[in-house]
């Protein structure tokens, strides 16, 4: 399970959606959510489907990754969808009345729509990840919030921090992962048993990762502190971010894209 998480993981390549500016892509990635939680029906979702779909075939990253990048919220799917399935409720007649139970047309339909609308948040926003450098998502981050530096705000240093948390997920989950193996091998039963005697069995696995961790964040802390490292103040760059042609093109398609998308609350019925 835990090797089937891909948060955080960066794929080198040399498609298109890899040469892209990395301010261009956060941008892009924020345009896409907006316009896929302003879709209303389910002519809308399959046009982002179709969208989330083509940038990834573009991109040369494996569609098996959209199952693993899908996987791990199953359990947040299916809460999602008992949560809203009995407490949502229509103006009509419900579809299924089994006397405290009853199931709404409109329940179904919102089921549908939150279902589609978080396996292509989390799809979009993985292609961020997948194909961005950590370095270059901190270059990208720290350029489209230098304006706020003009109100002392630590630009630079929350651009790294937010990089580096992302960075060390995919270690952290590999850590994870060392550490059950080696319970395992002592005897710990971590897979069975009731749900109580699940949740204790975590116990051994979160204390060691806890400090692990903070060995970790020690040794990241002294090793930037010996490399000199001072924030932001007169630090000077290998690769220098400009806009080129095939960016402004890339984000006019997508642009035209999302008009599209969006279109189609005038002309069709919304679901939600």
């Not at 791990?72 to 006397?99: A, C, E, M, Q, S």
């Not at 961005?132 to 630079?156: A, C, Q, R, W, Y």
Request: with cysteine; net charge positive.
């Amino acid at each position: 399970m835990l090797k089937d998480i891909t948060i955080g993981q960066h794929f080198p390549g040399n498609s298109p959606v890899h040469k892209l500016d990395p301010r261009l892509k956060i941008v892009l990635t924020v345009a896409f959510v907006v316009v896929l939680f302003m879709s209303t029906n389910f002519v809308g979702l399959f046009l982002s489907a179709v969208f989330t779909l083509s940038v990834f075939k573009l991109s040369g990253i494996p569609l098996k990754m959209l199952q693993k990048s899908i996987k791990p919220l199953i359990p947040l799917i299916f809460f999602t969808v008992f949560l809203n399935l009995f407490f949502i409720k229509g103006p009509g007649d419900p579809l299924i009345n089994l006397g405290f139970v009853k199931i709404y047309k409109e329940a179904i339909l919102f089921i549908i729509v939150m279902v589609c609308r978080i396996i292509f948040l989390i799809c979009g926003t993985s292609l961020l990840t997948y194909t961005t450098s950590p370095i270059m998502l901190t270059d990208g981050l720290e350029s489209l919030m230098k304006p706020l530096n003009k109100i002392h705000f630590p630009v630079h240093e929350m651009a790294m921090m937010m990089t580096i948390a992302l960075r060390f997920i995919p270690t952290l989950i590999e850590e994870t992962d060392k550490i059950m193996n080696a319970q395992k091998s002592r005897g710990a039963m971590l897979d069975s048993g009731s749900f109580a005697d699940r949740i204790k069995a975590l116990v051994p696995i979160l204390i060691p990762l806890f400090i692990s961790s903070l060995r970790r964040a020690e040794e990241l802390a002294t090793a930037m502190e010996c490399r000199c490292y001072h924030g932001g103040e007169g630090r000077t760059r290998l690769k220098q971010l400009k806009i080129t042609g095939d960016d402004i093109r890339s984000a006019v398609l997508c642009c035209v894209c999302f008009v599209i998308i969006l279109s189609t609350r005038m002309f069709f019925t919304r679901v939600i």
